[in-house]
């Protein structure tokens, strides 16, 4: 949502309907500020620098039925996250888990840490965090980060959220993105993340490459389809962050408490199977043998139930904490768009 | 089990190759102490009296494959207890539950309240408790007793206890149990309650009426199996207590915070819905459809979960506490024939 309605924060201009005051505009400034990219390049940067956009850098957009959609790529890149390995560094002083990402355009792998990505995310964030909501990566962990099931989990929630990226039509299509997924050797990764901490096209300044320019558009219009956005975003928000609440809960009792319960049920029957065939009595096994079944079912049922989560409850978490990551963004992206219609 | 080996407790006659001492003895008679009948006649007092018991009260027994065995009547008494109604008296002050009981051989129901099976109970103990195990009746209960869920599982577990009594040959043939089952009316149940009061073949007394008299045990092997049998029993009510404990448990969850966790997920869900029709975008109701089904199937989960236990779990937790009652009968029980082959 692009708009030309102009901004100055000191400025206290015609109103033009809107009623907001400079309490508004100072605590949209604090947002701004949890963009990296903002720092160094503020929404009134963008109005300076509109016209200086080089054409290589140019992203088209075209109208579609329900606005402005990304133009896309003739070609989907995708790629597979794969191969953890341990490796180290410094005589074996400082080891860590390197992925192998293989895109389907080169066919060719290339190795990554966590760290990597995690300066893959910032530099995307600087640079199109203002239009494009770039999702958090999985969270960091200092504890337990060699374990196979961490590695694992961590492998396929990279890959999730890679398999996002290489979607996005600007986001795969960003020479950092490039970068990241067929730099040749070490060399050429070294420059190339030179080059991309270097890039001026940052913040809000993505919206000067965006072609065509959007019409002007009406700034009440404005405020209020943000209002709209915003209201939406953040009760999705809220309610993706109640299903996995409860999730994480119903989780933690199918392989916790649950189980446990089970195989206790399980014992008991087991237990009283036990006493009857210590008994003496003659024909007992009749009666031993049935109990015994039920006893072990019982502890089938325990595994049953704590292997279950694993097998669906698992999807759904992580999606919606896909969904977690998408939301966490927008608050700060429509925030930019009011703060550049205020008065 | 029935000895004719003599019991004298101050005695300290041959110890007959059982290693037990006066401590024994003693303990026995703590635990003797928990029969009422035994207060007014102890084991002594069946083997002053074993000659007198009249022809009438004789019980047969025959000597089956594993035993002595009672000979069983000819007909099966069985009984409905049915229809429970809210008396009172001393004009309204006092309210009371009366039960409906009606024997299969008049066919004619009489009305009991608690108070009068409790009666019932006590005098079987009295009379048969040491070699027939009667269990303990449905637990007393104060607060609530009038509620219908209290007063329709009091009067399931009364017919079960009942049900139990009329299958017993020599319980359900005794004079104290046809009178509470077919008293034709308030005089004839008063006398008859006066008559059972005063009967004099309660304790140890049962051995006496018991015919054709056993031959006599080895009092080695007698101890033996005593043991045998205490060891058993002792170990059925452990896991059949343990049984009732995770059965308990697994109640507890499975009402409680088991479908409350299944709702929250539902709710989750179709919060999550009327977020998207609320978002005003078209087409959504593929979707929220979807989320609002799945939401209420959640919630159809949590009544399943909820209404489970009723339908299987009740039967083996009150099959239990049957057993529960039952084994709760054999330490006196067996406490009587250990203390009459103490040397």
């Known amino acids: 949502m692009k708009s030309t309605s102009g901004y100055a924060e000191s400025e206290s201009g015609d109103a033009g309907g809107i009623q907001r005051g ?12 949890k963009f990296p990219g903002f720092s160094k390049s503020g929404p009134e940067l963008y109005l300076l620098c509109k016209q200086i956009a080089k054409g290589k850098d140019k992203l088209p957009i075209y109208v579609g039925e329900v606005g402005p959609v990304w133009s896309y790529p003739e070609t989907q890149i ?3 996250v794969a191969d953890p390995k341990k490796g180290s560094k410094m005589y074996g002083l400082k ?3 390197e992925y192998q990402i293989t895109p389907n355009t080169t066919n060719r792998p290339v190795n990554h ?3 990597h990505f995690d300066w893959l995310y910032e530099r995307l964030l600087d640079k ?3 239009a494009i909501p770039i999702p958090s990566l999985p969270d960091k962990q200092v504890t337990g980060r060699f374990e196979e099931e961490f590695i694992k989990m961590r492998m396929e929630r990279l890959q999730g959220w890679m398999s996002r990226m290489c979607r996005h039509p600007v986001v795969s299509g960003s020479e950092v993105f490039q970068l990241f997924l067929t730099y040749k050797d070490e060399k050429d990764w070294k420059m190339g993340k030179r080059k991309a901490e270097k890039d001026e096209t940052v913040g809000v300044m993505i919206f000067s490459t965006i072609e065509p320019e959007a019409a002007d558009l009406d700034p009440l219009e404005v405020e209020q389809k943000c209002e709209q956005f915003s209201k939406f975003t953040k009760a999705m928000d809220d309610s993706v962050k109640e299903v996995l609440t409860v999730g994480n809960e119903h989780w933690k009792r199918c392989t916790g408490p649950l189980p446990k319960e089970y195989q206790r049920i399980g014992k008991a029957f087991q237990n009283l199977s036990s006493v009857f065939t210590s008994s003496g009595y003659q024909g007992e096994s009749t009666l031993t043998d049935a109990l015994t079944a039920a006893g ?13 989560p694993k097998k669906d409850l698992h999807f759904l978490m992580e999606t ?23 008065p």
């Open 78 to 80: 995708d790629c597979i």
């Open 320 to 342: 919606n904490n896909e969904y977690k990551g998408l939301l966490g963004c927008f608050p700060d992206t429509i925030g930019v768009h009011k703060v550049n219609i205020s």
């Open 113 to 115: 840490r966590y760290k």
């Open 296 to 308: 072990k079912t019982y502890e089938e049922i325990a595994q049953l139930v704590a292997e279950q």
């Open 128 to 130: 199109f965090g203002s």
């Open 95 to 97: 080891s860590y888990i």
């Open 22 to 33: 400079g309490m508004h505009a100072s605590s949209m400034k604090i947002s701004l500020n």
